[in-house]
């Protein structure tokens, strides 16, 4: 047979030779024999070096040994494309460099491995809701009304209608969809020109939403642990090869089961102080608060009913407790922080509009938004994942940016 792919390392005794090739499939080492081939067969493998694009033809005997169990007895070598210096050698190198050959970087096994769980993780996603029932809906990229706050938009000229901003949520959309269609989620890049270069951040990432209706907050809590739980299950069972290449410990991702321990923000104050955190009640956690409350789990945990002050303008009131809203965050364990944002929405037309006034939002771009409280109002709830938090949790790499192919930070616009 002929196999296509890229040289990934050579080695040579004079006699007989050693190519092992990679496809985007896996490794196949090919061994050339000098005496059984042409003397330009040899040639060519001579000069191959390291990216080189080749086809090699040859006879496959199964070998266990050989990296993917199989090697191919080469009898004919053709040079496709050479590589001459590739840039990144098998030695180290600094990570600006690596984001700056980030196109040439994807090909490491170590990236790979990356990708594919990151794929396992979207695929999951997209099974869970199918499997339970949700409709994709599609909502815009380009909004008339900031979905989150207006703090970290990215806004661009819009024809004679002046801003649009590139969505921060899909959120809002589809709560006017979960009204035509009961249970839906969107999945699909959000934007925030966040100014912090934390490795949480990203100005582009991807985020899935789904949005219940007649779910309360507890629902919505209920349907997260056993979304993160599949979701985490699936890349356990799928991509174990994957999370050895990046030896991950698995075993903490083995504990993430449902039910999910719950504290409630007042709660988790108290606790983080008692832990040595000076947060007083009223600020939203930090990053290094939600490291040390998740320390406390054996799994993720969630913090519900925040302060409203410093939660978004759509979250429902606490009905027990005015100052606070009906909402949680997920955090992950290990340091990983926030991986989902949820609450139960505020359903009282004015009560919403009152919000929106306070938060300085233009009450004109939400009227379209309030008409779900105008028009057969009800109880719904939804939450937002994080797709690079969660593939970086599951990898267990310590930065978000190598969870996606080509990263969006405040410094890093290309490639
Ligand atoms: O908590 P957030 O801001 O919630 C929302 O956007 C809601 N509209 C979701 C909803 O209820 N439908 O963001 C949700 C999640 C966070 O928990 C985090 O995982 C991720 O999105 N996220 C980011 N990931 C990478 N870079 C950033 N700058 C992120 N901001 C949020
Ligand atoms: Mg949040």
Redesign the pocket.
Same mark, same amino acid.
């Given at each position: 047979m002929t196999v296509r792919g890229w040289v990934a390392t050579t080695r040579s005794s004079g006699k007989i030779a050693f190519l092992v090739m990679r496809d985007g499939s896996g490794l196949l080492q090919c061994v050339i024999s000098k005496k059984d081939v042409a003397p330009g067969v040899w040639e060519a493998f001579q000069s191959l070096t390291q990216e080189a694009s080749v086809a090699v033809t040859g006879a496959v005997r199964a070998d266990a040994r050989a990296p993917g169990g199989y090697e191919l007895l080469a009898t004919d070598l053709v040079l496709l494309g050479a590589s001459p210096e590739f840039p990144i050698s098998p030695k180290e190198h600094g990570t600006t460099f690596l984001f700056e050959h980030r196109h040439l970087w994807l090909r490491s096994r170590r990236q790979v491995a990356i990708a594919r769980v990151r794929h396992e993780v979207v695929q999951a996603i997209r099974d869970f809701f199918h499997q339970r029932g949700f409709t994709l809906v599609d909502t815009p990229i380009l909004t008339g009304a900031i @979905?989150?706050e207006a703090g970290n938009l990215f806004a661009t000229d819009y024809f004679d209608l002046g801003k649009a901003y590139l969505a %921060?949520? /899909? %959120?809002l959309y589809?709560e006017a969809a979960a009204a035509a269609l009961g249970k839906v989620y969107c999945f699909g890049p959000?934007f =925030?020109a966040?100014k912090s270069k934390t490795r =949480?951040?990203?100005?582009e990432?991807w985020?899935v939403?789904p $949005?219940v209706a007649f779910n309360d907050s507890n629902d919505n809590m209920r349907l997260q642990e056993e979304f993160v739980s599949y979701v985490v299950g699936r890349a356990l069972d799928a991509r174990r090869a994957e999370l050895r290449e990046l030896e991950r410990d698995t075993s903490p991702l083995e504990r993430v089961q449902a039910p999910f321990p719950r504290i409630s923000y007042s709660d988790a104050v108290a606790r983080l102080n008692a832990l040595g955190s000076d947060i007083r009640w009223g600020s939203d956690l930090g990053g290094d608060d939600e490291t040390l409350l998740a320390k406390e789990y054996d799994r993720p945990v969630f913090v519900f009913n925040y302060p409203r002050e410093v939660k978004?303008f759509y979250m429902k009131e606490n009905p027990d407790d005015p100052r606070t809203v009906l909402n949680n965050?997920?955090l992950a364990p290990e340091g990983y922080g926030?991986?989902? @944002? /949820?609450?139960q929405r505020e359903d009282d037309h004015d009560r919403l509009l009152a919000r929106i006034e306070a938060q300085g939002l233009d009450p004109a771009s939400y009227g379209w938004y309030l008409d779900l409280r105008k028009y057969g109002t009800f109880v719904h709830s @939804?939450? /937002?994942? /994080?797709v $690079? =938090?969660?593939v970086a949790w599951i990898c267990g790499i310590p930065h978000?940016r190598e969870a996606i192919a080509f990263p969006r930070q405040i410094h890093r616009l290309h490639p």
């Open positions: @979905g989150e %921060q949520t /899909g %959120q589809v959000t =925030r966040e =949480r951040h990203l100005t990432f985020m939403e $949005e978004a965050d997920c926030e991986i989902i @944002g /949820g609450s @939804g939450f /937002g994942l /994080g $690079e =938090r969660t978000i």
